[in-house]
């Protein structure tokens, strides 16, 4: 099944900043600053059922997925379980009404994380308008919420920090209110200093052209980032760190954009969401250097590398092989003349549920008993189960089957994506394997 969520993950941190600094000052002064000394919270919102099912789609895994977030904040990361809350499949109405409850159970003092995952919607004709699709929206985009109205109802939460993380396809569109974020914050020093500054953080599940699985790779990241994470203070960017490195391993191809500030809520000023695990291992301190007696054996600036939880990946030798599961796969070749082409030859089947049964390759135009089946077909004009191809996000999608040439016009580097054609893949069984030649 696809999350036509994207998964978006964005963190925002909502706040007054405490500071009376001078503007001249450096953002890491080791002045004295006051603490947040509220509470943290964790609002955990599912999209999965649709009153207008099969379209959009029901989802299987999301509401899962949350109970085990849940479960990992309250157990590793001190979260109070009056303060983990969930709001499952919510009509609109009822996500505002939600909203605004929670302002008046929120202090100024507190730190929000809102995790939102379920099915989410791009305009294609206006890449940066982005829309969350709700229990009772339908595939029009008039029935769905704005991405701009649901980071309105957050700002409106008022507090000290807010990270906020949506998983659904195409999140990466939400980055069009963004800005790129700067530096991995590692040492006690750079933790404090981000627990003192208010700020406005945003993580995406994916770019703005992808999907997303209703088993999401990104949550599985996420919730890999949080209990492989040995140290006591946790941040968006070293969080984002880890994520990208363990996705990197299991899923080389996936586009996974770098974290970013939402400057219409908080001004770049240093802070960051941290999270807090319970008996984790204390950070580093730098050592200071006497600003008297500068060491001329030593640079001048000290860079704090990331500490990775993953072994960064090794290079793979390229390969003319590929499995397809659920879910887009990509393969990367380099052509040097005009008009080549690639030959790919699939072989496997696929068991898709109880209308289809088990499909080859080549697809199906009819279930089951001779039953319309275009309503659950990525691309309706192509056989419903069956290999298809694009060569990139830009053009449609091309019938690939057991066998298919795809002729590269011009020189230079592909990355063709290959998926099988079925928008419901939450009980789909067993594989196709591609094999390349050129």
């Known amino acids: 099944m696809q999350k036509f969520l994207p998964l978006f993950v964005f963190w925002l941190v909502a706040s007054q900043n405490t500071l009376s600094q001078k503007g001249t000052e450096p953002i890491f002064s080791q002045t004295t600053y006051e603490r947040s000394k509220g509470d943290q919270w964790a609002v955990l919102i599912v999209s999965a059922k649709f009153d207008s099912h099969p379209s959009p789609h029901n989802l299987e895994h999301p509401e899962k997925e949350?109970?085990?977030?849940?479960?990992?904040?309250?157990?590793?990361y001190g979260f109070s379980r009056k303060r983990v809350l969930m709001l499952i499949n919510p009509t609109i109405a009822e996500l505002k009404k939600f909203m605004a409850d929670l302002k008046s159970k929120i202090d100024k003092d507190d730190e929000v994380f809102f995790y939102y995952t379920g099915h989410g919607k791009?305009?294609?004709?206006?890449?940066?308008?982005?829309?969350?699709?709700?229990?009772d929206s339908k595939e029009d985009m008039a029935t769905c919420l704005p991405a701009t109205e649901f980071i309105d109802m957050i700002r409106n939460v008022v507090c000290y920090k807010t990270l906020v993380a949506v998983d659904a396809c195409f999140a990466g569109s939400i980055g069009q209110l963004a800005s790129l974020t700067k530096g991995t914050f590692l040492t006690k020093s750079l933790i404090e200093a981000?627990?003192?500054?208010?700020s406005a953080e945003l993580l995406v599940a994916s770019d703005a052209n992808s999907p997303v699985n209703d088993k999401s790779p990104f949550f599985e990241a996420f919730l890999n980032g949080l209990n492989n994470n040995k140290f006591n203070a946790y941040t968006t960017q070293s969080f984002h760190h880890d994520i990208k490195l363990y996705m990197a391993q299991k899923w080389p191809n996936w586009k996974l954009p770098a974290p970013k500030i939402l400057q219409s809520i908080h001004p770049d000023k240093g802070g960051s969401f941290v999270f807090k695990k319970t008996n984790g291992l204390p950070l580093p301190q730098l050592t200071e250097e006497s600003p008297t007696k500068p060491n001329e054996d030593k640079p001048r600036d000290v860079i704090v590398e990331p500490i990775p939880n993953y072994t960064p990946p090794v290079t793979k030798p390229k390969v003319n092989s590929l499995v397809i599961k659920t879910g887009p796969s990509f393969y990367e070749i380099e052509t040097t003349k005009r008009n080549e082409e690639l030959t790919v030859n699939t072989t496997g089947a696929i068991t898709i549920g109880p209308f289809l049964g088990t499909i080859t390759p080549d697809g199906r135009t009819r279930g089951l008993g001779g039953l319309p089946i275009r309503k659950w077909a990525i691309a309706p004009d192509l056989p419903n189960g069956g290999l298809m191809y694009r060569l990139s996000d830009t053009e449609p999608w091309k019938h690939c089957g057991t066998n298919c040439k795809i002729k590269l016009a011009k020189p230079g580097v592909y990355n063709i994506e290959f998926r099988v054609n079925d928008n419901n893949e939450g009980d789909n069984s067993g594989e196709f394997t591609l094999k390349f030649n050129k």
Do not use: F, W
Request: glycine share 0%; charged share 30%; net charge positive.
């Open 194 to 198: 981000c627990e003192a500054h208010p």
């Open 66 to 76: 949350m109970d085990s977030l849940k479960t990992v904040l309250i157990k590793n």
């Open 122 to 135: 791009r305009d294609m004709l206006a890449p940066d308008r982005y829309y969350i699709q709700l229990r």
